[in-house]
């Protein structure tokens, strides 16, 4: 009797779960680094979209102003092998003609990428014994006895971190290892979108990617807005909630023979809840000595000519960056790059909100 007992326990411990410390790999399979590089892997796959069509358009035949031949062969090379892009750099574009080229790409090199990663793993096992019912036939009466337990169990793990890229970094560093059987970095990590965990798959990245270059370049995107002197800044933040649960009762009864006290029914009532919720949120911004240069490129990119020359080297914010910042923010801190930097400022912005006091009227 107190086997079978045991065996319904032991199973309903199974169906709920014995990890103690919750991650995404027990649902999933997919291991906390292996998020981070498939989404470093999408946004390495926006940057490198948005850069093959910007050369697309560069070579394109316009009224007034014929195309860059070497657009077109650069882009036609890096829609046929993405991973020839890491070999790309201003200087490819020679002659004084094509200075504000030079430029506009050493602007777009020098954007800056923080990623911040807020996972909250809770799981709820509710275990309970409500009808182990035990009965006892003597001198012609039926005694009967229900015995009743309960246990319940909650364990919750709270992981964040921030890292942070430049789409120079993306595009000359990442996916540049090849593995023993001839796979790179991002090679599987590049997947479909994931409706039931979304943190696993696809999360969007190329929207905000061609949305901030759009308002960054063709706009006017200003600073943040409580230091608008401050570069051209965007955060996103997702929150991804996935909720599983499940129960199981199983029963089993006897037909008691004798006067001793028997077991006639046992049932076990066990339940699991886990509950996921993951935020990411991801800031673009570029290094601070980049707001006084984007005004010319902006005049260059909507030239008919697309040929001036402006050479404004003091502001140029430079692929090759070696200055290094920190940002000990309210709820993120990190750095890199001055714009590695001012993205993480952009992200600790977007997420200090939320705990902002609003004085009554």
């Known amino acids: 009797m107190f086997r079978l007992f045991a065996f319904l326990l032991s199973t309903l411990l199974v169906l709920a779960g014995c990890t103690i410390r919750p991650l995404p790999e027990d649902v999933t399979g997919v291991t906390t680094p292996q998020i981070v590089m498939r989404i470093r892997c999408e946004t390495r796959d926006a940057v490198i ?46 002659g004084p003609q094509y200075e504000q080229v030079r430029n506009l790409i050493e602007v777009f090199y020098a954007i800056g990428v923080a990623y911040n990663f807020d996972l909250t793993m809770t799981v709820d096992n509710d275990l309970s014994a409500g009808s182990a019912n035990l009965q006892r036939t003597a001198a ?25 890229d430049t789409f ?21 990590h590049v997947v479909q979108e994931n409706h039931i965990y979304p943190i696993v798959g696809q999360i969007g990245v190329t929207k905000l990617v061609y949305d901030y270059l759009e308002l960054t370049i063709f706009g006017g995107l200003a600073g943040t807005k409580s230091t608008p002197s401050l570069p051209p800044t965007m955060a996103d933040k997702l929150t991804f909630t996935t909720t599983l649960d499940a129960s199981a009762t199983p029963k089993i009864t006897f037909t008691p023979t004798g006067t001793a006290f028997q077991l006639t029914d046992a049932a076990i009532t066990g339940e699991l809840k886990r509950t996921d919720v993951h935020e990411v949120t991801m800031g673009l911004a570029l290094p601070t000595n980049a707001s006084a240069y984007l005004s010319s490129l902006r005049s260059f990119i909507f030239s008919p000519a697309r040929n001036i ?8 914010p430079g692929r090759k960056e070696t200055t290094t910042s920190v940002v000990l923010g309210a709820r993120v801190s990190g750095g890199g790059t001055p714009a590695e930097a001012m993205a993480v400022y952009a992200v600790d912005q977007l997420k200090s909100r939320q705990f902002q006091l609003v004085p009554t009227p």
């Open 309 to 316: 020359a402006v050479d404004n080297r003091s502001a140029r």
């Open 168 to 188: 120079s970094s993306l595009l000359t560093q990442l996916n540049v290892r090849v593995w023993a059987d001839g796979h790179r970095e991002c090679d599987g």
């Open 49 to 94: 979209e948005h850069l093959v069509n910007w050369l697309e358009d560069l070579g394109r035949d316009y009224p007034g102003r014929p195309g860059v031949a070497l657009g077109r062969e650069l882009a036609a090379k890096y829609r046929a092998n993405p991973n020839e892009i890491r070999e790309f750099r201003a200087d490819l574009f020679k």
């Open 140 to 164: 012609g009466s039926v005694f009967k006895l229900g015995l009743g337990a309960s246990m319940t169990r909650r364990r919750s793990n709270d992981r964040t971190f921030t890292i942070t």
